[in-house]
């Protein structure tokens, strides 16, 4: 699932033509790509009932919520 669609960039900067759709989905890849290659994380709906386990790998992948490295990420 896409965090934002060509279509939400066109609306929110208020496009109306189609001459600039393919460079708007590029650029929403391109978004999701730097947000989950920055996080480390990929932020996807899961589905209703659907139960999701995160589990650290070491300390500084979060292992504490009040660690101070996973409030600053």
Same mark, same amino acid.
């Given at each position: 699932?896409?965090?934002?669609?060509?279509? !939400? *960039? =066109? $609306?929110?900067?208020?496009? #109306?033509? $189609? #001459?600039?759709?393919?460079?708007?989905?590029?650029?929403?890849? +391109?978004?999701?790509?730097?947000?989950?290659?920055?996080?480390? +994380?990929?932020?996807?709906?899961?589905?209703?009932?659907?139960? =999701? =386990?995160?589990?650290?790998? #070491?300390?500084? !992948?979060?292992? !504490? *919520? *009040?660690?101070?490295?996973?409030?600053? #990420?």
């Amino acid at each position: 699932m896409a965090y934002i669609t060509a279509t !939400d *960039l =066109k $609306n929110y900067m208020k496009i #109306s033509g $189609n #001459s600039d759709d393919t460079q708007l989905a590029l650029f929403a890849d +391109r978004a999701q790509h730097v947000v989950e290659t920055y996080t480390h +994380r990929v932020f996807e709906w899961a589905g209703a009932g659907t139960v =999701k =386990k995160f589990t650290p790998t #070491s300390y500084l !992948d979060g292992g !504490d *919520l *009040l660690d101070i490295y996973t409030l600053l #990420s």
